[in-house]
Nanobody, 113 residues
Framework: VQLVESGGGLVQPGGSLRLSCAAS????????MTWYRQAPGKEREFVAY????????NYADSVKGRFTISRDNAKNTVYLQMNSLKPEDTAVYYC???????WGQGTQVTVSS
């Protein structure tokens, strides 16, 4: 299992970012994919998941209505569209395959004016 996250950066409050996670080493469309995040000094926390077919999603209450998870099984990629970003969204964001112990390197998202 290999996961490579990208798309992070510095954005002002209220702004948007789209994260990507390119996956390889397994049959991507067969697995639920998840996004997690870890803020400085805090434990890693669940953000969202999407089923293998893409027809089922779920979100943490803190991001519901602002973030959207999606996937392109033809490209072996899962996305996280983040809108209306808040300073408390600042964290390193990771994608993970459900049931796997492997993590990518993460991508830093900083929300600040």
């Amino acid at each position: 299992v290999q996961l490579v996250e990208s798309g992070g950066g510095l954005v002002q409050p209220g702004g948007s970012l789209r994260l990507s996670c390119a996956a390889s080493g397994f049959t991507f469309s067969s697995y639920t994919m998840t996004w997690y995040r870890q803020a400085p000094g805090k434990e890693r926390e669940f953000v969202a998941y999407i089923s293998g077919s893409g027809d089922s999603t779920n979100y943490a209450d803190s991001v519901k209505g602002r973030f959207t998870i999606s996937r392109d099984n033809a490209k072996n990629t899962v996305y996280l569209q983040m809108n209306s970003l808040k300073p408390e969204d600042t964290a390193v964001y990771y994608c993970k395959r459900l049931g796997s112990l492997s993590w990518g390197q993460g991508t830093q998202v900083t929300v600040s004016s």
